[in-house]
């Protein structure tokens, strides 16, 4: 479990590795959540939200490391490209269906994360995505 997970738009991989020993907070948009595994939420909102299956996004190497040590330190990853388009096109409901979803999920593996807390990080995200997008970035995440 990743104890800070920082959203943030970057303009591109080597802009967002800059982020990696202090975060992204000063030089980049961001939202900072807390206490889950970011990769795992990831491809699991992926799954959700763009469909697909974890084996297909596992053999595609998604999330994208784009930088961290092989120590266990701070990772950056890229959010894949299908993921933005499906934040950016989802609808509020979608969001809603989708952390209610992911809120049980979570409950089987044994950890608890609220449905109102999941609504609002899918819905704050969605809204980092649309931003990023009308600025031509992209979107990584950031976990300590």
Same mark, same amino acid.
């Given at each position: 479990?990743s104890?800070? &997970?920082?959203?943030?738009a970057? +303009?591109d991989?080597? $802009?967002a590795? #800059?982020?990696?020993?202090?975060? +992204?907070?000063?030089a980049?948009?961001?939202?900072?959540?807390? *206490?889950?595994?970011?990769? =795992?939420?990831? %491809?699991?909102?992926?799954?959700l939200?763009?469909?697909?299956?974890?084996?297909?996004?596992?053999?595609a190497? =998604? +999330?994208?490391l784009?930088?961290? +040590?092989?120590?266990?330190?701070?990772?950056?990853?890229?959010?894949?490209p /299908?993921?933005?388009t499906?934040?950016?096109?989802?609808?509020?409901?979608? #969001?809603k269906d989708?952390? %209610?979803?992911?809120s049980?999920?979570?409950v089987?593996?044994?950890?608890?994360?609220?449905?109102?807390?999941a609504?609002?990080?899918? $819905?704050?995200?969605a809204?980092?995505v649309s931003?990023?997008? /009308?600025q031509g970035? *992209?979107?990584?995440?950031? &976990?300590?």
């Amino acid at each position: 479990m990743s104890i800070i &997970v920082e959203f943030f738009a970057a +303009p591109d991989d080597a $802009s967002a590795a #800059l982020a990696l020993r202090t975060g +992204p907070q000063r030089a980049f948009e961001s939202l900072s959540f807390g *206490n889950f595994d970011a990769e =795992e939420a990831l %491809v699991e909102w992926e799954c959700l939200l763009a469909g697909g299956s974890v084996e297909e996004l596992v053999e595609a190497d =998604e +999330p994208r490391l784009v930088a961290g +040590p092989d120590d266990g330190g701070c990772v950056v990853f890229a959010i894949s490209p /299908r993921l933005t388009t499906a934040f950016a096109e989802a609808e509020r409901s979608e #969001l809603k269906d989708v952390a %209610v979803a992911w809120s049980l999920q979570r409950v089987e593996d044994g950890q608890v994360i609220d449905t109102e807390i999941a609504e609002l990080i899918l $819905s704050d995200l969605a809204a980092l995505v649309s931003s990023a997008r /009308r600025q031509g970035q *992209n979107i990584y995440c950031w &976990v300590a």
